[in-house]
């Protein structure tokens, strides 16, 4: 499984393809006001993106995808020095690419993590709400503090950082929620927390795309995942991962690629007609 937990949209290593003219988001309330070809309304080249949670899994296959796709971008989590190493690495191949410490669970880090996006790149177009954790815990023996610490950061975290980027955004902009399908239908193992948190993401991220859409041209979805395999999944039990990869209808997990894509198309103005909903990538594992 070790190959394809790295696999990403550019092949995990290749250089930047070549960049285009950027051009200023699509204004979802005018649509699209010239003819732009289908693969170039994907293209991120001039956008400045903020992913949380982008120090490790998801968040970092996500950045390296966003910058591939030309994306100007904003690493933040509490683990600075992985955000370093792989804005480095994004430089490397020709991207561009900051770091900002910031815990999403304080409204004032998040406050804090948006100035530092502006100051450095002086516009914030999308913003990737993807910092999460989960609990694992039988629920009589969840603890008051395991549970508040999911809500704050996967639900409370993801307002605080949508509220301040919403509120320096411009009209095009576009914000992608990290759900689960676990916001959808029951997992494997206890995950009450998570599993609320990440139904309550879905209901934000409606609220929020009708708030700010006819208002302020900002696009709201979510992104709700199945299994993808990471570090993490390569932990879960044999049998566990037996029934996990079997409830879906390909009988195998994601790869951070599949994911990629579908956060691209959200993210970029492809998406210019889409808010309010979430897309699940998850191989058909919610159809039963
Ligand atoms: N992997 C999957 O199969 C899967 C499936 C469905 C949904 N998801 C969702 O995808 C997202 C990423 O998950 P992952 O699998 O990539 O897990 P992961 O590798 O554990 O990554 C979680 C990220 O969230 C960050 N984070 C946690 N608490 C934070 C806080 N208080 N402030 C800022 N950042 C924080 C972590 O960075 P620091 O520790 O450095 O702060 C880390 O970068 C989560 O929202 C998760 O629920 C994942």
């Known amino acids: 499984m070790a190959d394809i937990t790295s696999a990403t949209t550019d092949g995990g290593g290749s250089d930047l393809r070549e960049p285009v003219t950027p051009r200023e988001p699509v204004d979802p309330r005018t649509g699209p006001q010239t003819a732009v070809p289908v693969l170039e309304r994907f293209r991120m080249d001039g956008r400045v993106v903020v ?17 591939s796709a030309g ?20 430089r490397s191949r020709g991207g561009t690419a900051s770091t900002v410490a910031c815990d999403v ?83 494997f193992a206890p995950q009450a927390a998570y599993s609320a948190t990440k139904a309550a993401v879905m209901g934000l991220t409606r609220d929020l795309a009708s708030q700010w859409g006819s208002r302020r041209g900002i696009r709201v979805n979510s992104l709700a995942p199945g299994y993808f395999a990471s570090e993490m999944t390569d932990e879960i039990p044999e049998q566990m991962l037996a029934d996990i990869t079997g409830s879906t209808i390909f009988g195998r997990l994601g790869v951070q690629a599949e994911l990629d894509a579908a956060l691209l198309f959200l993210a970029s103005d492809a998406a210019s007609f889409v808010t309010g909903t979430t897309l699940v990538v998850d191989g058909g594992m919610t159809l039963h």
């Open 105 to 187: 669970a304080d409204p004032e880090s998040c406050a804090a993590m948006v100035r530092a996006a502006m100051e450095e790149h002086g516009r914030v177009d999308v913003l990737v709400n993807n910092a999460g954790l989960g609990t694992a815990v039988p629920a009589l023996k969840e603890s008051p503090e395991q549970f508040r610490s999911v809500v704050d950061v996967n639900l409370n975290g993801a307002f605080w950082a949508a509220k301040e980027c919403a509120a320096v955004m411009g009209p095009g902009s576009s914000i992608v929620n990290v759900a689960s399908v676990l916001g959808l239908t029951a997992g």
């Open 71 to 90: 994306a100007t971008v904003v690493l933040a989590a509490r683990r600075k020095e992985r955000l370093e190493a792989l804005a480095e690495e994004l």
């Open 51 to 67: 992913i949380t949670g982008a120090s490790s899994g998801l968040g970092a296959g996500f950045a390296r995808a966003l910058s």
